[in-house]
């Protein structure tokens, strides 16, 4: 039995009305998840069968070796490139998914007046909206779900050189839950657009254009949405921070804990300068604030928390906004 046999009334009117969409994004779906798996395990064969051979990403080798080591990093390239593609996909599937609910799924209907006949048909207006959003979310959600994780598993079956940073933009929006969050929010905020600007091409840009604003805000609060750590090290030495640490500021610290910028006194061309310059302004060290790769779940939590929360005030909107103006 098929899915839309499963549903009844208004939830099979609306997966009909959008399955071509929705049969469109889930062929898309599943075809990004083959390539993501068919390049995973090329790549982690072609790292297994160089980790075994005999020529090494460095030192001085015969042109065979030099060939090898070119042909595989250009494959590990390649894969990082396509790794990168998905990612970008996934932080831009939330606007796309607010443009479709806010266009087709509900200004449309309000644009053309098709509304009125499901209204007609003992469908109260608030179950329509519900219909509306609960089935395509569900099949929309369950996707996300299965591209993220398969993403997330393929992301780990890259050589060390090219590995990706958890904290980049992309990598962490793409990863679960946030990227949950970002979804559940595109479908709140598209439905609330879709009933106040009732056209659609008009609704599917605002709703782009909120989400867009909404991930570009996140995105420059992100580091102060968990408490960071900090370092102290002498001004000419090793920090200790790990490499896989997302360092969101370097500056230098006075012995009375002033922080000063990093470049304090760099305008001074000469070293003797430069040292002299630190001695005046009593400098004893660096400060290095960072998130260590643990912070990546509790920073993930607290967006999600933000982002649903959001969403379900966009949602309890939406549905105050339809019961005013139609009772």
Known sequence: MSTLALLRGPARVAVRQHRRTLQIAGLVAVAGIIVLIGFALRTSHLIDTFAAGTCKASGVHGPACDQRIVDFNGSMSLY???????????????????????????????????????????????????????????????????????????????????TVDWFDAPVFVATLPVVLGYTLLGIAVGALTGLLVRRTVAAMSVAALVMGTVMATLVSLRSGLWPQETRISPTEGNSGVPDTAWVVDVGRVTSSGERLPLDVCWPQAEEARVTRCLAERDVTGMFVDYHPASHLWPLQLVETGILLALAAVALALAFRVLRRRHG
């Open 80 to 162: 990082s490139t396509l790794l990168m593609y998905a990612q970008l996909a996934l932080m831009v599937l939330p606007a796309a998914v607010g443009a479709f609910f806010a266009g087709p799924v509900i200004a449309r209907e309000l644009e053309s007046g098709t509304y009125r006949m499901a209204w007609t048909q003992s469908v109260t207006p608030t179950r329509w909206l519900a219909a509306k959003l609960a089935a395509p979310a569900v099949l929309l959600v369950t996707g996300v779900t299965v591209l993220s994780a398969t993403l997330s598993w393929a992301q780990t079956r890259t050589a060390d050189a090219f």
